[in-house]
C-alpha cells in the first residue's frame, strides 16, 4: 500500500452512525496488552466488557517472541475483534536473533497479523543498549518493508533518534507513534516527516502536566486514533485501577472535548484511521 493514500480522508456520514451499530462497533482501543498476565484471570471478561461497552476492535501488538505468538493466538480466537502486531520491545531488543526474526517473519503470513510492533527506541530506563535498539529498530523497519505492514512504533527521550533512522530507513513506511507524549514542536516534525504515520493519544491525555492538549488541537483528524496501552497509564477518571480496553472511552472522550466534538464523532473518526492503517476492510464490512 502507498502509505499516501491512507491521508485520503473519505467521509462517512455521521447521522445514524452511533444508531446503527447495533453490536455498538465504535470505537478501536488501537493499543493494548490484552495478552499479558495481568488479564490471565479475566481476560474473556475484559474482552465481552469492551465489546459490550462499544470497544469491539482492538490491536494487540506483541513486545517479544512469546507475547508476538499470544496476541496472534488471542486474534485467531477472536477474530475480527483482536489484531495481533508481531515485534520486540526495546526492553526486550537483546533477545531479537536471527531465530526469532524467523519465526516473525512466518507469523506476518497470518492474515490476523496487520502491524509490525510493538518496537522502538526506549532511553527512559535503558534496559538495552542504544546501539542493540537502534539495530534491532532498523530490523524491524525492514520487516514492515518487505511485508507491507504499518508499524507500531514506542518512543520514549528517544525522539531525535527515532526521527534520524526513520529518515534513513523508514521512508516511505506508515505506521503508528502510539502513546504519543511528546510536544508540539515534536509532533509537527512527526507528521510533517512522515506522512504515513499518524499519532495515537493515551491515559496520559486526561491528566495535566504535559503539552498533550495542544497537540491533541492540532493534529489533523486523519492523523489520529486512541488507545488504552493496558494493561498501564489508566485514564485519570479511573485512577488506582488496572487499565483495560473498555476504558479507551475516556480518551476519545477526552479528545472530543478538546476538538469541541462529540464523542460519537470522535469514534468515527479514530477507528474510521485505524481500519484503514491496519487494512481492517471498511467500517460497513468490519461490523
Not at 6 to 30: A, C, H, I, M, N
Not at 95 to 111: G, I, N, W
Not at 119 to 140: K, N, S, W
Not at 256 to 275: F, V, Y
Request: proline residues 6%; negative net charge.
Amino acid at each position: 500500500m502507498d502509505p499516501t493514500t491512507f491521508l485520503v480522508y473519505q467521509e462517512v456520514p455521521l447521522q445514524g452512525f452511533w444508531e446503527r451499530e447495533k453490536d455498538q462497533r465504535v470505537l478501536t482501543d488501537s493499543h493494548t496488552h490484552i495478552d499479558m498476565s495481568r488479564f490471565q484471570e479475566d481476560r474473556e471478561a475484559v474482552i465481552q466488557r469492551a465489546i459490550e461497552g462499544g470497544v469491539t476492535r482492538m490491536i494487540d501488538p506483541g513486545c517479544d517472541l512469546a507475547s508476538s505468538r499470544a496476541a496472534l493466538q488471542l486474534a485467531k480466537e477472536h477474530s475480527g475483534v483482536i489484531f495481533a502486531g508481531v515485534g520486540v520491545h526495546p526492553h526486550d531488543a537483546q533477545t531479537y536473533t536471527p531465530a526469532v526474526e524467523a519465526e516473525l517473519r512466518e507469523m506476518t503470513s497470518e492474515p490476523e497479523v496487520v502491524a509490525i510492533g510493538e518496537f522502538g527506541l526506549d532511553y527512559f530506563r535503558m534496559l538495552t543498549p542504544r546501539d542493540i535498539q537502534r539495530e534491532v529498530f532498523c530490523a524491524h523497519l525492514e520487516l514492515a518493508r518487505q511485508y507491507d505492514l504499518p508499524c507500531i512504533i514506542h518512543v520514549r527521550d528517544s525522539h531525535e533518534d527515532v526521527v534520524e533512522l526513520l529518515q534513513v530507513h523508514g521512508k516511505g513506511l506508515r505506521g503508528v507513534f502510539h502513546c504519543f507524549s511528546g510536544t508540539v514542536k515534536q509532533a509537527e516534525e512527526c507528521l510533517t516527516s512522515f506522512p504515513g504515520f499518524v499519532l495515537s493519544f493515551a491515559g496520559p491525555l486526561t491528566k495535566q502536566g504535559n503539552e498533550l492538549p495542544e497537540v491533541a488541537r492540532m493534529v489533523p483528524l486523519d492523523r489520529v486514533m486512541v488507545e488504552t496501552d493496558s494493561p498501564y497509564l489508566i485514564p485519570k477518571p479511573e485512577k488506582g485501577r488496572r487499565n483495560e480496553p473498555l476504558f479507551v472511552r475516556h480518551t476519545a472522550q477526552k479528545l472530543a472535548d478538546i476538538r469541541d466534538m462529540t464523542l460519537e464523532e470522535i469514534a468515527q473518526i479514530t477507528t474510521q484511521n485505524a481500519i484503514r492503517l491496519f487494512s481492517l476492510g471498511a467500517i460497513d464490512e468490519a461490523i
